[in-house]
């Protein structure tokens, strides 16, 4: 634990703070401890907007930096830090997260591991299964194509499963390769829809409202994340039959909407979904296959491009998914200049 002022200089601290950071009591009472020598460039945003909040609500909430070793090492630690009342000092909390860390970093690494080791099998496995099917399909074996149909389903399952646990370790990595691009998104919306469409007979996925909006970014990309939101919405709304889908423009940026008539998100949960591989679980209903990853992914990919992902609902009564995407910069103009316009700004300028 710490006291510090608002300028970022440590008051007092106990022994397992100064152990964290490998100085002595008397640098400390000396006043050569600083915040933000301590922080590393890149955490210096988090660490003024963290005290930003800190000066306007009196907390900081719980955010997790490094801080730098005296002898140079950067420590992950989780912080939480109060304003002390009527004070211009606050009091805080550090937790060395080395080992937690050290522990995601293996697990990153085996998955990396195990998706890869995975993927050469089960592409030979999807091979086959298409010979296996035209040639059974010659001699007209209606049952066998039957099982293998059901076959090549849960083999398109597990590619897509290990196709996010690459992605997954890909974004911890800093190594997802993105193709960026300037692209209509309610011609992505549309084709998207009218694709998966075709794979559903349970739910009519309704395009109700589109607006001509252009963005930037990994067309691919987004699409998965529009992929991911259509798949959730019928898998978490078995006694619905429809799903709506909305693009419009919000000032700056298009907006996309998902909205299902299932089983709902409670508020306690709304928060934590886009966790990577966070679940729901409720005793009390039927619990739903998967890994809690997809709504993980498709909010790093809407995060990449400056926009927002977030759910509004209520138990048992539906949810709708939002992200946003910044419009680009034809989109937001008001109103084009005319010729005349621009050929007499240029002439007085001249």
Known sequence: MFISDFAGTFLDANDAF????GYTREELQAGTIQRDALTPPEFYSLSQNALKTLQETGASGTYEKEYLHKSGKRIPVLIAVTRIEQT??????V????????????KDEFISMASHELKTPVTSLKGFLGLLQRRLAIHGDEQALHYLARMDAQVNRL???????LDISKMQTGQLVYREERFDLDALVQEIVENLQGTTQTHHLLLERQTRAE??????RIGQVLINLLNNAIK????????LVRVAKD????????QDFGIGVAKEHQHKIFERFYQVTDPGEKTYPGLGIGLYISCEIVKRYNGQVWVESKKDEGATFYFTLPLCSMDIQ??????DEILAKIAKHV
Not at 95 to 106: A, G
């Open 159 to 165: 590619t897509k499963l290990i196709s996010d646990l």
């Open 215 to 220: 963005v930037f970014g990994d067309r691919d």
């Open 88 to 93: 211009d000092t606050c009091i805080g909390f």
């Open 236 to 243: 978490y709304s078995p006694q619905a039959d429809r799903v």
């Open 334 to 339: 008001a109103k084009p200049f005319e010729m």
């Open 251 to 258: 000032q700056n940026k298009a907006l996309v909407s998902v």
């Open 18 to 21: 100064l152990d964290i950071l």
């Open 95 to 106: 937790l060395d997260i080395s080992e937690r860390k050290e522990l995601d970093k293996r």
